[in-house]
Protein backbone atom coordinates (compact mmCIF):
# COMPACT_ATOMS: atom_id res chain seq x y z
CA UNK A 1 0.00 0.00 0.00
CA UNK A 2 2.99 2.54 0.90
CA UNK A 3 4.45 1.22 -2.30
CA UNK A 4 1.23 2.39 -4.49
CA UNK A 5 1.03 5.73 -2.58
CA UNK A 6 5.07 6.28 -2.99
CA UNK A 7 4.28 5.40 -6.97
CA UNK A 8 1.11 7.79 -7.36
CA UNK A 9 3.20 10.78 -5.35
CA UNK A 10 6.09 10.25 -7.84
CA UNK A 11 3.83 10.47 -11.01
CA UNK A 12 1.96 13.72 -9.79
CA UNK A 13 5.13 15.27 -9.05
CA UNK A 14 6.31 14.48 -12.98
CA UNK A 15 2.87 14.07 -14.38
CA UNK A 16 2.62 17.03 -17.06
CA UNK A 17 6.37 16.19 -17.86
CA UNK A 18 5.96 12.77 -18.75
CA UNK A 19 2.70 13.41 -20.50
CA UNK A 20 4.31 16.28 -22.57
CA UNK A 21 7.29 13.89 -23.44
CA UNK A 22 5.11 10.54 -24.22
CA UNK A 23 2.81 12.88 -26.33
CA UNK A 24 5.95 14.45 -28.31
CA UNK A 25 7.29 10.96 -29.19
CA UNK A 26 3.85 9.46 -30.26
CA UNK A 27 3.30 12.67 -32.55
CA UNK A 28 6.98 12.29 -33.85
CA UNK A 29 5.79 8.18 -35.05
CA UNK A 30 2.75 7.44 -36.20
CA UNK A 31 3.72 3.86 -35.62
CA UNK A 32 2.68 4.13 -32.09
CA UNK A 33 -0.97 4.48 -32.97
CA UNK A 34 -0.99 1.30 -35.43
CA UNK A 35 -3.69 -1.10 -34.61
CA UNK A 36 -5.30 0.86 -32.01
CA UNK A 37 -9.15 1.60 -32.66
CA UNK A 38 -10.81 4.71 -31.04
CA UNK A 39 -13.03 4.26 -28.30
CA UNK A 40 -16.92 4.13 -28.50
CA UNK A 41 -18.38 5.27 -25.60
CA UNK A 42 -21.01 2.74 -24.03
CA UNK A 43 -24.48 4.09 -23.79
CA UNK A 44 -24.93 6.08 -20.47
CA UNK A 45 -29.17 5.60 -20.24
CA UNK A 46 -32.09 4.84 -22.45
CA UNK A 47 -32.34 5.62 -26.36
CA UNK A 48 -34.99 8.64 -27.02
CA UNK A 49 -37.76 8.00 -28.76
CA UNK A 50 -37.63 9.94 -32.56
CA UNK A 51 -40.31 12.78 -32.43
CA UNK A 52 -43.69 12.26 -34.33
CA UNK A 53 -44.21 14.88 -37.22
CA UNK A 54 -47.61 16.80 -36.15
CA UNK A 55 -50.64 16.22 -38.62
CA UNK A 56 -50.34 18.56 -41.68
CA UNK A 57 -46.24 19.69 -41.03
CA UNK A 58 -44.56 21.58 -43.47
CA UNK A 59 -42.08 23.56 -44.35
CA UNK A 60 -42.95 27.23 -44.50
CA UNK A 61 -41.03 28.26 -47.12
CA UNK A 62 -42.40 25.20 -49.38
CA UNK A 63 -46.14 25.03 -48.30
CA UNK A 64 -47.90 27.14 -51.11
CA UNK A 65 -45.46 25.39 -54.11
CA UNK A 66 -46.62 21.94 -53.02
CA UNK A 67 -49.46 19.61 -52.37
CA UNK A 68 -52.94 20.71 -52.73
CA UNK A 69 -51.61 24.36 -54.02
CA UNK A 70 -49.29 23.40 -56.49
CA UNK A 71 -49.42 25.30 -59.25
CA UNK A 72 -52.03 28.26 -57.96
CA UNK A 73 -49.37 30.57 -57.41
CA UNK A 74 -46.09 32.10 -59.33
CA UNK A 75 -44.12 34.32 -57.40
CA UNK A 76 -43.23 34.47 -53.12
CA UNK A 77 -41.59 36.31 -51.14
CA UNK A 78 -38.56 35.43 -48.97
CA UNK A 79 -40.88 33.72 -46.21
CA UNK A 80 -42.42 31.20 -49.01
CA UNK A 81 -45.79 33.77 -48.95
CA UNK A 82 -47.26 33.62 -52.31
CA UNK A 83 -47.86 37.08 -54.13
CA UNK A 84 -48.94 36.72 -57.52
CA UNK A 85 -50.98 33.96 -59.12
CA UNK A 86 -50.08 31.60 -61.48
CA UNK A 87 -51.19 33.78 -64.26
CA UNK A 88 -48.76 36.91 -63.07
CA UNK A 89 -52.02 38.41 -61.33
CA UNK A 90 -51.29 40.00 -58.31
CA UNK A 91 -52.95 38.96 -55.26
CA UNK A 92 -55.56 40.72 -53.21
CA UNK A 93 -55.47 41.80 -49.72
CA UNK A 94 -58.34 39.77 -48.69
CA UNK A 95 -56.43 36.62 -50.48
CA UNK A 96 -53.05 37.82 -49.22
CA UNK A 97 -54.52 38.08 -44.84
CA UNK A 98 -55.93 34.41 -45.40
CA UNK A 99 -52.74 33.24 -46.81
CA UNK A 100 -50.52 35.18 -43.79
CA UNK A 101 -52.80 33.23 -41.26
CA UNK A 102 -52.02 29.87 -43.06
CA UNK A 103 -48.61 30.63 -43.22
CA UNK A 104 -48.21 31.99 -39.84
CA UNK A 105 -49.85 29.01 -38.21
CA UNK A 106 -47.86 26.22 -40.25
CA UNK A 107 -44.44 28.22 -39.36
CA UNK A 108 -45.48 27.69 -35.26
CA UNK A 109 -46.17 24.42 -36.03
CA UNK A 110 -42.83 23.76 -37.73
CA UNK A 111 -40.49 25.87 -35.51
CA UNK A 112 -42.20 23.80 -32.63
CA UNK A 113 -41.28 20.40 -34.44
CA UNK A 114 -37.67 21.66 -35.40
CA UNK A 115 -37.44 22.40 -31.59
CA UNK A 116 -38.28 19.08 -30.59
CA UNK A 117 -35.98 17.42 -32.92
CA UNK A 118 -33.25 19.45 -32.07
CA UNK A 119 -33.50 17.84 -28.68
CA UNK A 120 -34.17 14.26 -29.80
CA UNK A 121 -30.30 14.90 -31.64
CA UNK A 122 -28.79 16.50 -28.40
CA UNK A 123 -29.85 13.78 -26.72
CA UNK A 124 -28.57 11.00 -29.61
CA UNK A 125 -25.28 13.07 -29.20
CA UNK A 126 -25.33 12.61 -25.73
CA UNK A 127 -24.58 8.85 -26.43
CA UNK A 128 -22.09 9.19 -28.54
CA UNK A 129 -17.86 9.64 -28.26
CA UNK A 130 -18.21 13.26 -29.00
CA UNK A 131 -14.30 13.41 -29.78
CA UNK A 132 -13.87 10.79 -32.39
CA UNK A 133 -13.26 12.36 -35.80
CA UNK A 134 -15.03 10.94 -39.16
CA UNK A 135 -11.84 9.61 -40.79
CA UNK A 136 -11.65 7.31 -37.96
CA UNK A 137 -8.44 8.47 -36.53
CA UNK A 138 -7.62 8.26 -32.76
CA UNK A 139 -9.31 11.54 -31.00
CA UNK A 140 -6.93 13.50 -29.28
CA UNK A 141 -8.32 13.37 -25.89
CA UNK A 142 -8.11 9.32 -26.60
CA UNK A 143 -4.26 9.79 -27.21
CA UNK A 144 -3.57 12.16 -24.30
CA UNK A 145 -5.60 9.22 -22.22
CA UNK A 146 -3.06 6.61 -23.71
CA UNK A 147 0.13 8.92 -23.12
CA UNK A 148 -0.75 9.95 -19.67
CA UNK A 149 -1.63 5.89 -18.83
CA UNK A 150 1.53 4.50 -20.38
CA UNK A 151 3.83 7.02 -18.38
CA UNK A 152 2.58 6.32 -15.25
CA UNK A 153 3.40 2.97 -15.88
CA UNK A 154 6.66 4.18 -16.52
CA UNK A 155 6.88 5.76 -13.46
CA UNK A 156 5.56 3.38 -11.41
CA UNK A 157 7.78 0.78 -12.80
CA UNK A 158 11.01 2.74 -12.03
CA UNK A 159 10.11 3.35 -8.40
CA UNK A 160 9.52 -0.19 -7.79
CA UNK A 161 13.08 -0.67 -9.97
CA UNK A 162 14.98 2.26 -7.10
CA UNK A 163 13.05 0.81 -4.01
CA UNK A 164 14.12 -2.82 -4.92
CA UNK A 165 17.72 -1.75 -5.85
CA UNK A 166 18.07 0.31 -2.87
CA UNK A 167 16.08 -2.30 -0.49
CA UNK A 168 19.17 -4.33 -1.86
CA UNK A 169 21.88 -2.24 -1.14
CA UNK A 170 20.59 -1.59 2.74
CA UNK A 171 19.86 -5.22 3.43
CA UNK A 172 23.58 -5.48 2.56
CA UNK A 173 24.33 -2.62 4.94
CA UNK A 174 22.39 -3.99 7.28
CA UNK A 175 24.45 -7.86 6.81
CA UNK A 176 27.67 -6.14 7.58
CA UNK A 177 26.42 -4.34 10.73
CA UNK A 178 27.27 -1.05 9.04
CA UNK A 179 23.86 0.08 10.39
CA UNK A 180 23.68 -0.77 13.43
CA UNK A 181 23.81 1.82 16.42
CA UNK A 182 26.50 2.10 18.97
CA UNK A 183 24.72 0.42 21.97
CA UNK A 184 24.35 -3.12 19.40
CA UNK A 185 27.75 -2.98 17.60
CA UNK A 186 28.79 -2.96 21.65
CA UNK A 187 26.86 -6.54 22.05
CA UNK A 188 28.03 -7.87 19.06
CA UNK A 189 30.78 -10.14 17.78
CA UNK A 190 32.06 -9.45 14.54
CA UNK A 191 33.41 -12.60 12.18
CA UNK A 192 35.66 -11.77 9.50
CA UNK A 193 36.49 -13.79 6.61
CA UNK A 194 39.47 -13.78 5.15
CA UNK A 195 40.71 -16.38 2.12
CA UNK A 196 43.83 -17.56 2.85
CA UNK A 197 46.68 -16.14 0.51
CA UNK A 198 47.86 -19.56 -1.85
CA UNK A 199 51.93 -18.76 -2.43
CA UNK A 200 53.56 -21.12 -4.62
CA UNK A 201 57.06 -19.10 -5.58
CA UNK A 202 59.93 -19.55 -2.85
CA UNK A 203 61.13 -16.08 -2.83
CA UNK A 204 57.88 -14.74 -2.23
CA UNK A 205 57.49 -16.90 0.41
CA UNK A 206 60.35 -15.94 2.01
CA UNK A 207 59.64 -12.49 1.93
CA UNK A 208 55.68 -13.05 3.55
CA UNK A 209 57.76 -13.80 7.04
CA UNK A 210 58.97 -10.19 6.96
CA UNK A 211 56.30 -8.98 5.32
CA UNK A 212 53.10 -9.46 7.71
CA UNK A 213 51.39 -6.52 5.79
CA UNK A 214 51.40 -8.04 2.28
CA UNK A 215 53.00 -5.18 0.60
CA UNK A 216 55.45 -7.63 -1.54
CA UNK A 217 58.20 -5.68 -0.18
CA UNK A 218 61.46 -6.53 1.58
CA UNK A 219 63.62 -4.11 3.74
CA UNK A 220 67.72 -4.81 1.75
CA UNK A 221 69.12 -4.92 5.72
CA UNK A 222 66.82 -8.16 5.67
CA UNK A 223 68.48 -9.93 3.12
CA UNK A 224 70.69 -12.09 5.41
CA UNK A 225 67.03 -13.32 7.19
CA UNK A 226 65.73 -13.91 3.94
CA UNK A 227 68.51 -15.74 2.42
CA UNK A 228 68.25 -18.13 5.42
CA UNK A 229 64.05 -18.28 4.62
CA UNK A 230 65.17 -19.16 1.50
CA UNK A 231 67.63 -22.29 3.04
CA UNK A 232 64.32 -23.16 4.97
CA UNK A 233 62.81 -24.79 1.79
CA UNK A 234 59.65 -24.19 3.08
CA UNK A 235 57.94 -25.01 -0.46
CA UNK A 236 60.19 -28.42 -0.59
CA UNK A 237 60.85 -27.09 -4.34
CA UNK A 238 64.61 -27.60 -3.57
CA UNK A 239 65.23 -25.01 -5.89
CA UNK A 240 66.18 -21.71 -4.14
CA UNK A 241 67.97 -23.59 -1.02
CA UNK A 242 71.42 -22.63 -1.90
CA UNK A 243 71.10 -19.41 -1.02
CA UNK A 244 71.18 -20.00 2.92
CA UNK A 245 75.17 -20.83 1.66
CA UNK A 246 75.81 -17.18 0.95
CA UNK A 247 78.30 -15.71 3.16
CA UNK A 248 77.43 -12.27 5.29
CA UNK A 249 80.06 -10.60 2.27
CA UNK A 250 78.13 -11.95 -0.26
CA UNK A 251 74.87 -10.14 1.26
CA UNK A 252 76.45 -6.82 1.98
CA UNK A 253 77.56 -7.32 -1.80
CA UNK A 254 74.00 -7.85 -2.76
CA UNK A 255 72.60 -4.74 -0.34
CA UNK A 256 75.31 -2.92 -2.49
CA UNK A 257 74.13 -3.94 -5.62
CA UNK A 258 70.20 -3.60 -5.55
CA UNK A 259 71.02 -0.21 -4.52
CA UNK A 260 73.54 0.95 -7.50
CA UNK A 261 71.15 -0.30 -9.42
CA UNK A 262 68.36 1.60 -8.41
CA UNK A 263 65.65 -1.28 -7.43
CA UNK A 264 66.04 -0.05 -3.74
CA UNK A 265 63.46 2.60 -2.62
CA UNK A 266 62.77 3.66 0.84
CA UNK A 267 66.11 1.02 2.37
CA UNK A 268 63.48 -1.71 0.31
CA UNK A 269 63.11 -3.82 -2.98
CA UNK A 270 59.60 -4.90 -4.17
CA UNK A 271 59.06 -8.81 -4.78
CA UNK A 272 59.62 -8.53 -8.57
CA UNK A 273 62.67 -6.90 -8.52
CA UNK A 274 64.53 -9.33 -6.12
CA UNK A 275 62.97 -12.06 -7.83
CA UNK A 276 64.10 -11.30 -10.85
CA UNK A 277 67.95 -10.17 -9.14
CA UNK A 278 68.43 -13.27 -7.44
CA UNK A 279 67.28 -16.25 -10.41
CA UNK A 280 68.73 -14.05 -13.14
CA UNK A 281 71.84 -15.94 -14.58
CA UNK A 282 73.01 -13.01 -16.90
CA UNK A 283 76.91 -12.14 -15.84
CA UNK A 284 76.45 -9.19 -18.11
CA UNK A 285 79.54 -6.92 -19.69
CA UNK A 286 82.25 -5.88 -16.80
CA UNK A 287 80.82 -3.20 -14.49
CA UNK A 288 77.43 -3.58 -15.74
CA UNK A 289 75.88 -6.55 -13.02
CA UNK A 290 71.96 -6.89 -12.70
CA UNK A 291 71.72 -9.53 -11.17
CA UNK A 292 73.29 -11.86 -7.62
CA UNK A 293 75.29 -14.01 -9.93
CA UNK A 294 76.57 -10.98 -12.11
CA UNK A 295 77.50 -9.13 -8.67
CA UNK A 296 79.32 -11.80 -7.12
CA UNK A 297 81.24 -13.00 -10.24
CA UNK A 298 82.20 -9.17 -10.91
CA UNK A 299 83.31 -8.75 -6.92
CA UNK A 300 85.34 -11.65 -6.71
CA UNK A 301 87.33 -10.73 -9.95
CA UNK A 302 88.03 -7.26 -8.57
CA UNK A 303 89.61 -9.04 -5.70
CA UNK A 304 91.71 -11.53 -7.22
CA UNK A 305 93.00 -9.02 -9.33
CA UNK A 306 93.63 -6.41 -6.32
CA UNK A 307 95.11 -9.61 -4.57
CA UNK A 308 97.41 -10.60 -7.59
CA UNK A 309 98.45 -6.83 -8.47
CA UNK A 310 97.70 -7.17 -11.79
CA UNK A 311 96.85 -3.37 -12.56
CA UNK A 312 100.56 -2.52 -11.41
CA UNK A 313 102.71 -1.84 -13.66
CA UNK A 314 106.25 -4.36 -14.18
CA UNK A 315 109.66 -4.42 -16.56
CA UNK A 316 109.73 -7.89 -18.26
CA UNK A 317 112.30 -8.90 -15.82
CA UNK A 318 109.83 -8.01 -12.94
CA UNK A 319 107.19 -9.84 -14.43
CA UNK A 320 109.39 -13.27 -15.12
CA UNK A 321 110.79 -13.17 -11.38
CA UNK A 322 107.38 -13.18 -10.26
CA UNK A 323 105.96 -15.59 -12.80
Same mark, same amino acid.
Given at each position: ????????????????? *???????????? &?????? *???????????????????????????????????????????????????????????????????????? %???????? *????????????????????????????????? &?????????????????????????????????????????????????????????????????????????????????????? @???????????? %?????????????? @???? %?????????????????????????????????????????????????? %?????????
Amino acid at each position: KKVRVLERACFEAVEDI *VVARMMALAKAD &ATVWEG *VQPHRAKPSGKAPKPPREPKGLADPKDMFRSGKDSGKYGAFDDDGLPTQTADGSDLGEKELAALRKRHSAAR %SVWERHQA *VVARYDEALAALRPGSETEDGALPAEQREQSCR &AAGRTVVCELVRKFVLERGRDLAVQVNRGERDPDELKALIVHEEYKEEEVITDPVLMAIRKFDEAQTNRVATRLFRDVFDALAEDE @LAVGSHAFYGDI %SDADVQVAQESVAE @LGLE %SDGSVSYPDLKAYLESRDVGAPGQASSLVASLVGRRIEGWVERQGLARLY %SPRSWRLRL
